[in-house]
């Protein structure tokens, strides 16, 4: 069975671009998590999607961040215009239900390096 | 609100030694916690994961880990560290009411040197 996949693996564009990252749960999770590590630092949660619907996206730092999940599939999750803070590595998850026993099953993440 | 603390950067052992990397948290009610493993260019692996009884819990590779609730503290041990088992490693708490988001902690940096 695949997992996670992300993609691109990594991104480099220059402050003021449009970059949109691309994340394929792992069939018939219904649960889709988007996170963020910055700088070394803890990953924080960005967003939670049930299907196509937006569970929780309480931790979505600003208005230039877009999230989708047409059809309940895949998800992309766009950054416009990127700011040199939003530079760091960019995890999806995914549960087959949001219970909170359930462990998630994380892609390999999306390195975003803003210039 | 719910935090976890990784009070260690980093934590190097020699290999064969015991190892021990350190976590506590902070959530309301009963807690779900879990631990990661990240390798280098890898995604975050699931380890284990403590939901309820038995305080000691067994998961991959040989780790396990301890809920101690008094101390709200969940430390991660293997008896027997090996080189393989260098990497980061990462705490995690989910709450018992809130099906969704994780908490991480800031992630410890094991090294286990021949």
């Known amino acids: 069975e695949a997992g996670v996949t992300q993609f691109p693996s990594h991104s480099v564009i220059e402050k003021g671009q449009t970059v949109t990252l691309r994340c394929d749960p792992i069939s018939g999770h219904d649960n889709l998590y988007w996170y963020r590590r910055v700088m070394g630092k803890e990953i924080k949660f960005l967003l939670h999607?049930?299907?196509?619907?937006?569970?929780?996206e309480s931790g979505m730092p600003n208005n230039r961040f877009l999230a989708e999940r047409t059809g309940g599939t895949y998800s992309t999750l766009k950054v416009q215009p990127a700011e040199l803070e939003d530079s760091g590595v960019y995890f999806c998850a995914s549960s087959q239900e949001g219970r909170g026993h359930n462990e998630q099953f994380f892609g390999p993440g999306t390195r975003l390096t803003v210039l | 609100a719910q935090s976890v603390a990784q009070p260690e950067d980093q934590v190097n052992v020699a290999e064969g030694n015991p190892l021990t990397v350190k976590c506590t948290y902070s959530v309301s009610g009963n807690p779900y916690l879990f631990w990661y493993v990240q390798y280098p260019n890898r995604g975050l692996q699931f380890l284990l994961k403590?939901?309820?009884?038995?305080?000691l819990v067994k998961g991959s590779y040989g780790f396990e880990a301890e809920f101690n609730k008094s101390q709200t503290s969940f430390h991660l041990k293997k008896p027997s560290a090996l080189v393989s088992d260098s990497a980061l490693y990462f705490c995690?708490?989910?709450?018992?009411?809130?099906?969704?988001?994780?908490?991480f902690g800031d992630g410890t940096t094991l090294t286990v040197k021949p």
């Open positions: 995690a708490v989910r709450p018992y009411t809130n099906a969704g988001k994780s908490t």
């Open positions: 999607f049930v299907k196509e619907s937006k569970q929780d």
């Open positions: 403590y939901i309820t009884g038995d305080n």
